[in-house]
């Protein structure tokens, strides 16, 4: 089984920014996307960006061009660089792996704890 581990969420203001970073305890497929997601209270989760094995990237409308994804093959984590943050950009996020379904990535594995990222003044 593979176990993720999120981490750098925090408190941020508008307009600000944070990197996320996601730890997987092993890489089963190496043909997997890896990718973000995030919650937001009383939503559904929803799929932020993915990043192929061949680093091929593909976001949300929402956040094109303020959100970068980033992967490390031998490292075994995939990053979130998120600028120019906004209030509707608070959420829990997580990341996970799969294959790519649709042309979007479906998650494989069992979610982790996720990390809290708030947006406010």
């Known amino acids: 089984q593979v176990q993720f581990v999120e981490s750098g969420g925090g408190l941020v203001q508008p307009g600000g920014s944070l990197r996320l970073s996601c730890a997987a305890s092993r890489i089963v497929n190496r043909l997997h996307a890896m990718g973000w997601y995030r919650q937001a209270p009383g939503k559904d989760r929803e799929l932020v960006a993915h990043?192929?094995?061949?680093?091929?990237?593909k976001y949300r409308d929402s956040v094109k061009g303020r959100f970068i994804i980033s992967r490390d093959n031998a490292k075994k984590t995939v990053d979130l660089q998120m600028n120019s943050l906004k209030l509707e950009d608070t959420a829990v996020y997580y990341c996970?792996?799969?294959?790519?379904?649709?042309?979007?990535?479906?998650?494989?594995?069992?979610w982790g704890p996720g990390t809290q990222v708030t947006v406010s003044s």
């Open positions: 990043i192929t094995a061949f680093n091929s990237t």
């Open positions: 996970n792996m799969g294959p790519l379904a649709g042309g979007a990535l479906r998650p494989f594995y069992p």
